[in-house]
């Protein structure tokens, strides 16, 4: 077996760097490539609420009575809606949360909880009638964005105000559809290449 020497090792200049590989510029180092969250926080920063809202929308008129629009949420699944004025402008919201605490008011359901919690007993008149319109619950606080708004500020305005449904406008004010957490969940399960159904979720 030989020993190899330093006459076999090439001379190295004090201070000299090692070539650099052909194609690559002296001092660099290639970029490592985006993550996947880099890479869906990109597309949420250029998406359009357009593309991803659902547009069929159901609005409320203010005068629209509270028992019909009661009736409606239950037959088509739905948990909240937009008021409108006449040239469909939004005026606010009504959840079924508005609708459970009127019916829960007016029932006196909800003074009968509190007595039972007392020990009082009690007893509610569940066949009281409602007969509120619309504009008597509306949240006058209207939440709504541009159609041209991104998806990463629907979601960030959802996630900081607690809502799970965003009215959206066109450039004239008019209600044009609606964004729900739903829709933005597809939308990433989509991006990532999930496998999605394309029945529409109210």
Excluded: N
Excluded at 7 to 35: H, I, L, N, Q, Y
């Amino acid at each position: 077996m030989s020993l190899s020497t330093t006459s076999d090792v090439p001379p190295v200049e004090s201070g000299s760097e090692p070539e650099p590989e052909p194609g690559s510029e002296p001092g660099t180092r290639e970029a490592a490539p985006p993550s996947k969250t880099e890479l869906l926080r990109a597309r949420a920063e250029s998406t359009a609420v357009s593309e991803v809202m659902s547009r069929s929308v159901v609005c409320l008129a203010p005068e629209a009575q509270i028992d019909a629009v009661a009736e409606m949420f239950l037959d088509r699944g739905l948990s909240s809606a937009p008021v409108v004025d006449e040239a469909w402008q939004p005026l606010g919201m009504v959840s079924k949360t508005d609708l459970l605490r009127v019916y829960a008011e007016q029932s006196g359901v909800g003074e009968s909880l509190r007595e039972r919690a007392r020990g009082k007993g009690g007893g509610a008149d569940t066949q009281a009638g409602v007969t509120s319109q619309v504009a008597d619950i509306t949240m006058p606080y209207v939440l709504s964005l541009h159609e041209e708004a991104p998806v990463s500020v629907a979601a960030a305005l959802m996630a900081y105000e607690g809502v799970h449904r965003i009215p959206i406008v066109a450039s004239s004010g008019e209600v044009v559809g609606v964004i729900s957490t739903l829709d933005i969940v597809r939308w990433v399960a989509r991006c990532t290449d999930l496998e999605v159904s394309a029945e529409p979720v109210a």
